[in-house]
C-alpha cells in the first residue's frame, strides 16, 4: 500500500495548447514515483513549470493517438530522462498505448536523429483485436528494447501487477481506437489489536512489525499467533480511473466500480450535446451519469474546448462560459462531488474512511 497518491494536471485543454491552458497530461504519483496519462503537444513546457522531477518519470500511458494526446511525447521523452546521462544501467522507460504507438515513437527519434540515455519499451494495446504483432523487420531505434503486443479479453486487460498498486485498461468509445486507464492501490492489512497483544504478552517492537507484515510470532507456551487473529478488517486501497476521450464508456464501466476519483472529459456543454457525440466526445451530464452508474466518489471534468474559460477574469465577453459552469451542469444531473480541473492543480487522492 503506497503512502501518498496525488495528481497533477499538466494541461487539460482539447484539441491544442493554448496561452493559457495546455493540452492533455496528468500525473498520477505513487509515493513520488511519476505515472504519466497522455502527451499532448507542450507537455515538456508544462512539465518544467510544475513541481514533478523528470527522473522520476518511470511509465507513460497514451489513452490514443490523436495529436492533443501525442504530439509532445518524443520530446517529453527526451527530457524525462533525468540521472540518465550519468547511470550505467538506467532503468527503462515503459510507454503503454494503442498499435501504432511504437512507430510513432521509433519514426520520430529516427527520424531527428535523436538518441536517448535510457532505454525504452512499448507496450501496444490491441483494441480492434485485430491480431496485431511486432512486425520484427522494422529497424528498431537504438534505445528501443522490443516492444510487445497487449490482446483484451471482452474489452478489457491489466496491464501490470506491482508492489503498491495494478493498473488495467479497458476500451472506451472514439473516433480512434481509444482506452481508460484504471490505478488500483493494494489493500493494506487492518490495524493491529493492541490490547488482545498485550493480553498475549507480546510488547510493541518487532514482533508487532512481524505481524503487520503478515507473519506468524510463536509464544514462550509453544502456541501460534496468526496476523488474521490480531488484526482488524483488511483497508481497501484507493481507486483512479482516467479515461480517454470518449462518447461511450460501456465496455470499461465495470473496471470503474467505485472509484475514489473518476477523470472524465468534458468537451462541450451539455446544449451541444449531439455535436460532441458526433465527434466522440462528453458532455458533463455524460459524466456525471456514468459516475452515478460506477458509485463514484468523486467526478473531476477535463479535456475542455479553448472556448471554456478556467475563470471569469478571463471571460472577454457576457456570452463567455467558464468551466464552472459545466460543473454546474454535472451536478444538475445528481452528481454533486464535481471539480474542474485546471493547469497544475494538485490534488491529493485520499483513503478511504
Given at each position: 500500500?503506497?503512502?501518498?497518491?496525488?495528481?497533477?494536471f499538466?494541461g487539460?485543454?482539447?484539441?491544442?495548447?493554448?496561452?493559457?491552458?495546455?493540452?492533455?497530461?496528468?500525473?498520477?504519483?505513487?509515493?513520488g514515483?511519476?505515472?504519466?496519462?497522455?502527451?499532448g503537444?507542450?507537455?515538456?513546457?508544462?512539465?518544467?513549470?510544475?513541481?514533478?522531477?523528470?527522473?522520476?518519470?518511470?511509465?507513460?500511458?497514451?489513452?490514443?493517438?490523436?495529436?492533443?494526446?501525442?504530439?509532445?511525447?518524443?520530446?517529453?521523452?527526451?527530457?524525462?530522462?533525468?540521472?540518465?546521462?550519468?547511470?550505467?544501467?538506467?532503468?527503462?522507460?515503459?510507454?503503454?498505448?494503442?498499435?501504432?504507438?511504437?512507430?510513432y515513437?521509433?519514426?520520430?527519434l529516427?527520424?531527428?536523429?535523436?538518441?536517448?540515455?535510457?532505454?525504452?519499451?512499448?507496450?501496444?494495446i490491441?483494441?480492434?483485436?485485430?491480431?496485431?504483432?511486432?512486425k520484427?523487420?522494422?529497424?528498431?531505434?537504438?534505445?528501443?528494447l522490443d516492444s510487445?503486443?497487449?490482446?483484451?479479453?471482452n474489452?478489457v486487460?491489466?496491464?501490470?501487477?506491482?508492489?503498491?498498486?495494478?493498473?488495467s485498461?479497458?476500451?472506451?468509445?472514439?473516433k480512434?481506437?481509444?482506452?481508460?486507464?484504471?490505478?488500483?492501490?493494494?489493500?493494506?492489512?487492518?490495524?493491529?489489536?493492541?490490547?488482545?497483544?498485550?493480553q498475549?504478552?507480546?510488547?510493541?517492537?518487532?514482533?508487532?512489525?512481524?505481524?503487520?507484515?503478515?507473519?506468524?510470532?510463536r509464544?514462550p507456551?509453544?502456541?501460534?499467533?496468526t496476523p488474521?487473529m490480531v488484526?482488524?478488517?483488511?483497508?481497501?486501497?484507493?481507486?483512479?480511473?482516467?479515461?480517454g476521450?470518449?462518447?461511450d464508456?460501456t465496455?470499461?464501466?465495470a473496471?470503474?466500480?467505485?472509484?475514489?476519483?473518476?477523470?472524465?472529459?468534458a468537451?462541450?456543454?451539455d446544449?451541444l450535446k449531439?455535436k460532441?457525440?458526433?465527434?466522440?466526445?462528453?458532455?458533463?451530464?455524460m459524466?456525471a451519469?456514468?459516475?452515478?452508474?460506477?458509485?463514484?466518489?468523486?467526478?473531476?471534468?477535463?479535456?475542455?474546448?479553448q472556448?471554456?474559460?478556467?475563470?471569469?477574469?478571463?471571460?472577454?465577453?457576457?456570452?463567455?462560459?467558464?468551466?464552472?459552469f459545466?460543473?454546474?451542469?454535472?451536478?444538475?444531473?445528481?452528481?454533486?462531488n464535481?471539480?474542474?480541473?485546471?493547469?497544475?492543480l494538485?490534488?491529493?487522492?485520499?483513503?478511504?474512511?
Amino acid at each position: 500500500m503506497a503512502s501518498t497518491i496525488d495528481l497533477v494536471f499538466l494541461g487539460t485543454g482539447s484539441c491544442y495548447p493554448s496561452p493559457v491552458r495546455g493540452a492533455s497530461s496528468i500525473i498520477l504519483r505513487v509515493d513520488g514515483e511519476c505515472l504519466m496519462f497522455d502527451c499532448g503537444e507542450g507537455t515538456q513546457i508544462q512539465y518544467q513549470k510544475s513541481n514533478v522531477k523528470p527522473g522520476k518519470l518511470s511509465k507513460i500511458f497514451i489513452t490514443h493517438l490523436h495529436g492533443d494526446h501525442l504530439f509532445g511525447l518524443p520530446g517529453l521523452m527526451c527530457l524525462a530522462q533525468g540521472s540518465a546521462y550519468n547511470d550505467e544501467n538506467p532503468d527503462p522507460l515503459y510507454l503503454y498505448g494503442p498499435v501504432g504507438l511504437a512507430r510513432y515513437v521509433r519514426e520520430s527519434l529516427k527520424l531527428s536523429g535523436t538518441e536517448l540515455c535510457k532505454p525504452y519499451k512499448v507496450f501496444e494495446i490491441d483494441i480492434e483485436s485485430t491480431g496485431a504483432v511486432v512486425k520484427e523487420c522494422d529497424v528498431k531505434h537504438i534505445n528501443e528494447l522490443d516492444s510487445e503486443i497487449i490482446t483484451l479479453s471482452n474489452g478489457v486487460a491489466k496491464l501490470l501487477e506491482g508492489s503498491k498498486y495494478s493498473i488495467s485498461v479497458g476500451i472506451l468509445k472514439h473516433k480512434l481506437p481509444c482506452v481508460g486507464y484504471v490505478l488500483e492501490e493494494h489493500a493494506s492489512p487492518g490495524s493491529l489489536n493492541t490490547e488482545l497483544l498485550k493480553q498475549l504478552g507480546l510488547k510493541p517492537g518487532p514482533q508487532y512489525g512481524a505481524l503487520k507484515s503478515g507473519k506468524s510470532i510463536r509464544l514462550p507456551d509453544g502456541s501460534l499467533v496468526t496476523p488474521d487473529m490480531v488484526t482488524g478488517k483488511e483497508k481497501a486501497g484507493r481507486k483512479v480511473v482516467i479515461l480517454g476521450d470518449t462518447c461511450d464508456n460501456t465496455q470499461i464501466e465495470a473496471l470503474c466500480l467505485n472509484a475514489d476519483i473518476i477523470i472524465h472529459e468534458a468537451t462541450h456543454q451539455d446544449e451541444l450535446k449531439e455535436k460532441a457525440i458526433t465527434y466522440g466526445h462528453s458532455t458533463p451530464s455524460m459524466a456525471a451519469e456514468f459516475c452515478k452508474r460506477t458509485n463514484a466518489k468523486q467526478l473531476i471534468l477535463t479535456h475542455f474546448s479553448q472556448r471554456y474559460h478556467d475563470s471569469e477574469e478571463t471571460c472577454k465577453t457576457e456570452d463567455d462560459v467558464t468551466t464552472q459552469f459545466l460543473v454546474e451542469q454535472a451536478i444538475q444531473s445528481k452528481f454533486e462531488n464535481v471539480l474542474a480541473a485546471r493547469d497544475f492543480l494538485c490534488l491529493p487522492v485520499t483513503r478511504k474512511s
